[in-house]
């Protein structure tokens, strides 16, 4: 019998050793990939060292300041501090006998108690916008209106209607 020529072709184990040395061969020649342990320690913005640091947590007001002068909402707020904080814009006293309504255009509607705390409200008036420029803003509030207590009226008010209306109301 002849031999053949040529080397012979591996089979079996043979052949699996030498795929496993063709694998690691090829894993030999790429060159090492880095780990994060050989990676130099890179900080953003360049802050290496102690201090304050626009990263660092900051306090609620701070931050809800700061948005509301972006966003431009100081008006809005001002006219909600009116409402929010009635009893101390105005102090106790006069807190305890009347409410803010509504603010509209810079015309704050307030509600007394009573017929005589609406009449002395309307004395104080000058002294009550002075005190509300000062804790609130001047600008905010540039007129007050007045009103004692409100009893329902279907003869006047703003949504009332011209004309006789229904009859037999009340069955």
């Known amino acids: 019998m002849s031999e053949p020529s040529g080397p012979a072709e591996p089979t079996g184990?043979?052949?699996a050793r030498a795929a496993v040395e063709a694998a690691l061969a090829k894993h030999r020649a790429k060159p090492p990939r880095k780990t994060v342990r050989d990676q130099p320690v890179r900080r953003r913005g360049g802050y290496t060292g102690p201090g304050p640091d626009p990263r660092d947590p900051q306090l609620f007001g701070t931050v809800l300041e700061r948005l509301v002068k972006q966003r431009g909402w100081q008006r809005p707020t001002a006219e909600a501090k009116v409402f929010g904080e009635w009893e101390r814009v105005v102090g106790t006293d006069v807190a305890a006998h009347c409410r803010p309504l509504k603010l509209e255009q810079g015309e704050l509607t307030i509600e007394a108690e009573s017929t005589a705390w609406a009449t002395q409200l309307r004395m104080l008036a000058g002294k009550l916008l002075a005190r509300i420029a000062g804790e609130v803003g001047h600008n905010v509030v540039k007129k007050l209106?007045?009103?004692?207590?409100?009893?329902?009226?279907?003869?006047?008010?703003?949504?009332?209607?011209?004309g006789r209306g229904p009859r037999d109301t009340y069955g």
């Not at 409100?150 to 703003?158: D, E, K, L, Q, V």
């Open 145 to 162: 209106h007045i009103q004692g207590p409100s009893t329902p009226s279907w003869s006047r008010g703003p949504r009332r209607i011209r």
């Open 13 to 15: 184990p043979e052949l």
